[in-house]
């Protein structure tokens, strides 16, 4: 697998077969586009009656394939292309791919790539009691066992479903760009804001949406690595299932549960993503505080620091962030550096508060990342692929340390 960071460049195959699931494709083509990879686009028959090439021409700007024939054939397309990923995969195809039939242009090029031992990703989309089948659990197991990756379908209303797009090509890019490297490793993360209520119904927060620390333990997860998320109230999604989640509310409740999995977990790794509150009132009100009783004063004072609390009893690769709102960069990695050395941080990423477009609630960090005192990192990136990159750093030291 590469070091690279994104998909630009990557030449991608998508295989496309006849499901009521084929339109998605056409989706997921274009968010590879967005994510630097090319796309090029076989079909079979029946997803040609499904869904015109002509419309998978205009998405990808490349010829689209329903048969093979001449020099330009699956071979020759095998040879100049990197991955393959058949979506919608049928029951039919899944079986077909596993017992190595090749009577569609799917089936053929997927036998082809895997002969030249290139990645493929399958993504199942049937009905329900078609992917439960013992047949297909069968052919599924064994692609596994081919190392072809197979992505889980959306199981709901009786059907094994087209996972949504953003979460299929995220998976599709971790796998294609890291393979499996975290297997065997454990991940904790913490991720967004956390409430310090002063009445049941009024709290003192920050604008943290949770955004940084779901993309580390999405992308630890996808990876392969054993991933557990302690989160405070999120606006962003979590996609299915592939960390252990630990909601809490309050900063003593994110310490307590941080501590506590770092002790029966033992991470290899850990990432302070969250950003929990600093403060916390003196007093809580356990009722409403009327609003006519005017002016109101508040007393407060430091809540607990998760990055001490976790420093004492983890032995394993602990990354840091530091939101600072610095007037360049000298004075961000100086705070930083300082952090640093406070809380015994191995890898910690400084970002900038307070400008525009980045930061909280934007899906960009403009950041340095510090690793034992030299910048190892810098500048503007969407969170999933500073995701990526922290997680590289932080296994590289972890495979320093052995």
Request: hydrophobic letters at 40%; a neutral charge; zero cysteines.
């Amino acid at each position: 697998m590469s070091g690279k960071l994104t998909l630009e460049g990557y030449r991608i195959v998508l295989g496309v077969t006849g499901s009521v699931a084929t339109y998605r494709s056409v989706d997921l083509a274009r968010e590879l586009i967005r994510r630097g990879a090319q796309v090029t686009v076989v079909m079979t028959r029946d997803a040609a009656r499904m869904v015109g090439p002509m419309l998978f021409e205009w998405a990808t700007g490349n010829k689209v394939y329903t048969e093979f024939g001449g020099a330009d054939n699956h071979i020759s397309l095998t040879d100049r292309s990197d991955a393959l990923i058949v979506a919608p995969a049928t029951a039919n195809t899944i079986s077909k791919m596993a017992w190595g039939i090749a009577d569609t242009p799917v089936t053929l090029l997927a036998q082809s790539f895997l002969g030249r031992g290139k990645p493929v990703i399958v993504v199942p989309a049937m009905h329900l009691h078609l992917y439960e089948s013992p047949t297909v659990r069968e052919s599924v197991e064994r692609l596994k066992r081919m190392d072809v990756e197979v992505v889980e379908p959306l199981i709901e209303e009786g059907k094994a479903k087209y996972p949504p797009i953003e979460e299929l090509a995220w998976r599709v890019e971790a796998f294609l760009l890291r393979g499996r490297d975290l297997s065997g490793l454990r991940v904790l993360v913490t991720a967004g804001p956390t409430r310090e209520h002063i009445d049941p119904v009024r709290f003192i927060s920050n604008p943290s949406t949770g955004m940084m620390g779901v993309a580390i333990a999405l992308e630890a997860a996808y990876r392969g690595a054993e991933t557990h998320l302690v989160h405070g109230p999120l606006s962003v999604p979590v996609y299915r299932g592939p960390a252990s989640l630990h909601q809490v509310v309050s900063t003593r409740g994110m310490v307590e549960k941080t501590v506590e999995l770092a002790k029966t977990v033992k991470p290899h790794i850990v990432v302070l993503a969250g950003a929990p509150a600093d403060y916390e009132p003196s007093e809580r009100r356990e009722e409403k505080i009327p609003t006519i009783e005017g002016e109101l004063r508040l007393t407060l004072r430091p809540t607990p620091k998760v990055a001490e609390a976790v420093a004492k009893v983890v032995n394993g690769v602990i990354v840091g962030f530091a939101a600072e709102t610095a007037r360049n960069e000298d004075e961000l990695v100086a705070r930083a550096s300082e952090k640093a050395r406070r809380y015994g941080f191995h890898l910690v990423v400084a970002n900038y508060v307070g400008r525009p477009g980045t930061g909280f609630a934007s899906e960009t960090n403009e950041v340095v990342v510090l690793r034992g005192g030299r910048i190892v990192a810098k500048g503007r990136y969407l969170k999933r692929v500073l995701a990526r990159l922290i997680l590289d750093e932080a296994k590289s030291i972890l495979e320093e340390q052995e």
